[in-house]
């Protein structure tokens, strides 16, 4: 007898980490603790491979240190379709104060829907990964399931 498959989706409960692979630990980790107020955990002793866990915000991000970083691809146009991690923010302004003063390369984004607007910050993480910072949940209102 085959094993039955269950039908519907996975049951999945939440977001618990995502993984970077970074050229420098060093560098991604002042990036994510200084910038993005994330703070390092203890990571199993067990991984034989450099890294950091860290966590806030109800998700973990684990920085995995590359064997050969030159083999990372450089990224350094910024854009808002590639693959990013989005932040809610209540402060757009304040954002945009942080990035001009620490000089952190940024592209700013506006969207409408139904009269209400969303802000979009992207930037790049030390390793060209897309961060975007947003006020989204200003789109809750009028975005309704199809």
């Known amino acids: 007898m085959a094993n039955s498959v269950p039908s519907g989706p996975l049951p999945i409960t939440s ?78 302004a304040a954002v945009e104060k942080k990035l001009e003063d620490l000089k952190i390369r940024y592209v700013k984004s506006r969207v409408e829907e139904g009269g209400v607007y969303m802000d979009q910050i992207f930037m790049h993480d030390p390793d060209g990964f897309m961060i975007e910072m947003c006020n989204c949940e200003n789109l809750s209102s009028v975005l309704l399931p199809l």
């Open 15 to 92: 977001v618990n980490h995502i993984s970077l692979v970074c050229k420098s630990l060093e560098d991604s980790i002042n990036f994510y603790q200084n910038l993005l107020g994330f703070s390092q955990v203890k990571r199993p002793g067990a991984f034989d491979f450099n890294g950091a866990w860290l966590f806030n915000y109800g998700i973990g991000i684990h920085l995995i240190e590359c064997k050969h970083p030159e083999s990372l691809p450089k990224k350094s146009e910024i854009d808002p379709r590639d693959n990013h991690l989005s932040f809610q923010t209540e402060s757009m």
